[in-house]
């Protein structure tokens, strides 16, 4: 069965560091193609922040997030992982790893391509 548990979130005061990590079932190479880290604040619509095409390590980012947030994979780890500094109050949400088995096309942030979601782990930004 296909899994994807995230871990790591907390909280923490604005102008600080964390990071993300989400381990999947199954190994990286042969069984992923695209994974993306979203984002859920209440009241507000999920969105993608990071995306990484697995094969080839290609990233992409969020114009609220570029600059300071990195993600970046382990394929000896099967773990994808949200390196998060300068953190915003704006920041707070539960955040979310995806992955995409098999290419569909389309952008890497539409979260419909996305057929396997992790539970989440919430992170929290105060002022």
């Known amino acids: 069965q296909v899994q994807l548990v995230e871990s790591g979130g907390g909280s923490v005061q604005a102008g600080g560091s964390l990071k993300l990590s989400c381990v999947a079932s199954?190994?990286?190479?042969?069984?992923?193609?695209?994974m993306a880290w979203f984002r859920q604040a209440p009241g507000k619509e999920r969105e993608a922040v990071a995306g990484i095409y697995i094969g080839i390590g290609s990233t992409y980012y969020s114009d609220s997030v570029k600059g300071r947030f990195t993600i970046s994979q382990d394929n000896a780890k099967n773990t994808l992982y949200l390196q998060m500094n300068n953190l915003k109050p704006e920041d707070t949400a539960m955040y979310y790893c995806?992955?995409?088995?098999?290419?569909?096309?389309?952008?890497?942030?539409?979260?419909?391509?996305?057929?396997?979601w992790g539970q989440g782990t919430p992170v929290t930004v105060s002022s």
């Open positions: 199954g190994y990286f190479g042969s069984t992923y193609y695209l």
């Open positions: 995806a992955a995409e088995r098999r290419p569909t096309g389309g952008r890497w942030f539409e979260a419909l391509r996305f057929d396997v």
